[in-house]
């Protein structure tokens, strides 16, 4: 179910919050007595119209509740006796008390870190009988959304493991995959880090019909927070009727990657910067260009094996022939083609233009990687500051320069008009890079066209078929 925390200051206001929360498909609303400017919840508990977990939550909990212990105690008991569906008590402060007919959650929370032995810490939770545990720690990367996506798993109760912070999100969203009894989410101001609003794990995660047998596929890198994954594949899913779900798994370590994946049990994951090299060297097989590249893009889970590919390097091979025939009427055979960059994304797209006969110039902004990858190639390499020498007629920036920023990785007087541009960023969609090449004459192909083709490729490793058509187009519209 989902949870609203609602963190109000008055009465009508908590009230008007809970009916909102209501329409945008919350299944409880937790009153956060501690927001409250004067701790009175009659009212609220007369005309809630959402079952109601009452929480005063204590300062030393990382609550507002600044009153005194015995007041706050006597709070929840006057709300559990009148007419609370649920009271929440801190594990560190638990007393019994008379609570009628009000169900018991027992809370745990560190905003800090996720701390070691939280599974010693469940089990003594657990032996206070409660109707529901609640254990929410802030996940500070992958590793400890791992551990904390298993411990919900195994909890020796019903209840709820919430991974606060950016890098928790897949647990906030699948918890009903692992178990969870509930997430906690917004409406209105966020009472915890990393809380998702109501609406949008209703309508873009459609989490009330997420079951165990839900399959998980993910987006990892890092940043991953501009990702139009989730909104792009869980809608193809939906509309294919496939009972999948599309997160993003913010990594911050490669390393983790496969840590990371068995703990959310992925079925596929969408690897993005800076870890499809990192991911390339961790998988259990590869295809053919995936192994030449370097670099993967797509893995694929198959009965517990990681399979590999690079569904990159074709996308950036069919959006740059696309252009290319636009402007010259015809492909990229021996056209001078500078790919900025030499992280996984230039390693893909450069291998993909070798392949289609363009002579590849890389730069980079460290040297060295320009100069390793333009060897192995058997292509050519410029300076960082000197990419006038490449003479590009095609030019593809696959450096993260540019996302979610007004900057370009290339200097706007290089442009010429018989020039073809490629951007792999796509968030903002019409980049520096893209406005001056299209300023200059250029034709260029955007990151939404290079994201939407290597995500249909990915699409077609999973699941075995593309996005339908209409979607398609859809998204080239409106992403
Ligand atoms: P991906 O796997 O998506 O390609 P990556 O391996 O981290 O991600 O590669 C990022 C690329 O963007 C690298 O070529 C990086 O250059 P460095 O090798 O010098 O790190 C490039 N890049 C990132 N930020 C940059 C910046 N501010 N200026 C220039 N290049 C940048």
């Not at 070691?116 to 996940?139: G, H, R, T, Y």
């Not at 960082?384 to 706007?412: C, K, M, Y």
Request: glycine share 8%.
């Amino acid at each position: 179910m989902i949870v609203a925390s609602i963190a109000e200051p008055a009465p009508d206001r908590v009230l008007a919050r809970m009916d909102e929360a209501k329409r945008a498909g919350a299944d409880v609303a937790e009153v956060r007595a501690d927001f409250l400017e004067r701790p009175e919840l009659g009212e609220i508990l007369a005309r809630k119209t959402l079952p109601a977990i009452v929480t005063a939550r204590a300062s030393w909990e990382g609550g507002r509740w600044r009153g005194n212990e015995d007041d706050r105690i006597a709070l929840l008991r006057t709300a559990a006796l009148g007419g609370a569906d649920y009271v929440d008590v801190e594990f560190k402060a638990y007393k019994d008390f008379e609570r009628g007919k009000a169900a018991l959650i027992v809370s745990y929370h560190d905003f800090e870190k996720t701390p070691e032995k939280l599974e010693s810490i469940a089990q003594k939770m657990a032996a206070l009988d409660p109707a529901a545990i609640k254990i929410a720690c802030l996940a500070r990367g992958a590793a400890d959304l791992a551990r904390l996506v298993e411990l919900q798993k195994n909890l020796p109760r019903p209840g709820a493991v919430v991974a606060m912070g950016e890098a928790g999100e897949a647990l906030r969203v699948m918890y009903a995959r692992y178990g969870g009894m509930m997430t906690y989410a917004s409406i209105g101001e966020a009472t915890a880090p990393g809380q998702l609003p109501v609406g949008e794990l209703v309508q873009a995660y459609r989490v009330k019909s997420v079951d165990d047998g839900t399959k998980v596929y993910a987006v990892v890198g890092d940043p991953v927070a501009h990702s139009r994954g989730p909104r792009v594949f869980n809608r193809v899913f939906h509309e294919l009727g496939i009972n999948a779900r599309y997160v993003r798994v913010r990594l911050d370590d490669g390393a983790l990657f496969r840590d990371v994946a068995a703990a959310l049990e992925l079925s596929g994951a969408s690897v993005t910067v800076p870890h499809k090299e990192a991911v390339a060297a961790r998988l259990d097989e590869a295809d053919e260009a995936a192994k030449a590249i370097g670099a993967v893009n797509t893995v694929t889970v198959l009965e517990g094996r990681f399979i590999g590919t690079n569904t990159d390097a074709p996308a950036a091979a069919e959006a740059i022939r696309e252009a290319a025939k636009r402007k010259w009427s015809h492909g990229v055979y021996g056209m001078r083609a500078l790919v900025l960059g030499a992280g996984g994304a230039a390693r893909a797209i450069a291998w993909a233009l070798r392949a289609e006969g363009a002579r590849v110039i890389v730069a980079n902004r460290t040297f060295d990687r320009a100069k390793a990858l333009a060897e192995e190639l058997r292509g050519e390499y410029v300076a960082w500051d000197r990419l006038i020498e490449a003479r590009a007629q095609v030019v593809v920036n696959a450096t993260s320069v540019g996302l979610g920023t007004d900057e370009s990785p290339f200097p706007r007087e290089l442009w010429k008009k018989d020039a073809v541009a490629l951007d792999c960023v796509y968030v903002p969609r019409a980049t520096r890079f893209l406005r001056e090449a299209r300023e200059a004459g250029a034709e260029t192909a955007d990151g939404v066209e290079m994201y939407l083709r290597q995500a249909n490729l990915q699409l077609q490793q999973w699941i075995g078929r593309g996005m339908p058509t209409e979607l398609l187009k859809e998204f080239r519209a409106t992403l």
